[in-house]
């Protein structure tokens, strides 16, 4: 099953940023990327922000794609997937826990 949007919904106590990192094979060639939103971007307890991987990041059909969740004064976390289209579905992660002790888990 692909996905179009990946969310992440902050329910620790703790500020938190969401970052996109990807690699894939386009054409013979490795092509790499990252995509942070613009401006304002912390997710405060219980917000959540949703990246459209098409239009916003413009991530390659079939890159492995890393999640990566940055714990404001804490431990980061991370996770990865692999992008494949499919308009309205959305992978949705959540983070939760304290700045030390938290976790990063597919919902």
Not at 1 to 23: C, D
Not at 80 to 85: A, E, K, P
Request: net charge neutral; charged share 15%.
């Amino acid at each position: 099953m692909g996905y179009r949007y990946v969310r992440l919904t902050n329910a620790g106590a703790y500020a938190a940023r969401m970052q996109l990192s990807w690699s894939a094979i386009v054409n013979g060639q490795t092509v790499t990327g990252k995509y942070e939103q613009s401006g304002y971007h912390d997710i405060l307890t219980p917000n959540s922000r949703t990246i459209d991987m098409q239009e916003q990041a413009h991530i390659p059909e079939g890159a492995t794609v890393r999640l990566n969740c940055f714990v404001v004064a804490g431990r980061d976390k991370s996770v990865l997937f692999t992008y494949s289209c499919e308009p309205g579905s959305t992978i949705s992660f959540q983070c939760d826990g304290t700045t030390l002790f938290n976790s990063l888990k597919q919902i």
